[in-house]
């Protein structure tokens, strides 16, 4: 779909509207990754937020169910 860069203040937007971002499951609070690319353009993608205490915990979890192999392993 093309979009027009629009000037919004002292910045400039992309619009979109509710009915693309509904299907794209994506709301004003969603989170995106913006990349240059090389010889012009951009590259927008939609990013997840990690949950870093579920990280943690899932993290310490396979550690601790193979800290032996994790050892023997260290050891060679």
């Known amino acids: 779909m093309l979009k027009k860069i629009v000037k ?4 400039f937007a992309i619009p ?4 693309m971002l509904a ?7 969603s989170k ?6 090389p010889g012009g ?8 937020e990690i949950d870093r205490e579920k990280l ?6 396979i550690t ?3 800290d032996r ?3 023997r392993l260290s050891k060679r």
């Open 69 to 71: 192999l994790f050892k």
């Open 23 to 29: 299907e794209a499951k994506l709301d004003q609070d």
């Open 56 to 61: 943690k915990d899932e993290f310490d979890s």
């Open 16 to 19: 979109i509207d509710k009915k």
């Open 41 to 48: 353009g951009l590259y927008i993608q939609s990013v997840e």
């Open 32 to 37: 995106f990754e913006v990349q240059i690319i």
């Open 8 to 11: 919004h203040g002292n910045t």
């Open 64 to 66: 601790q169910k193979y």
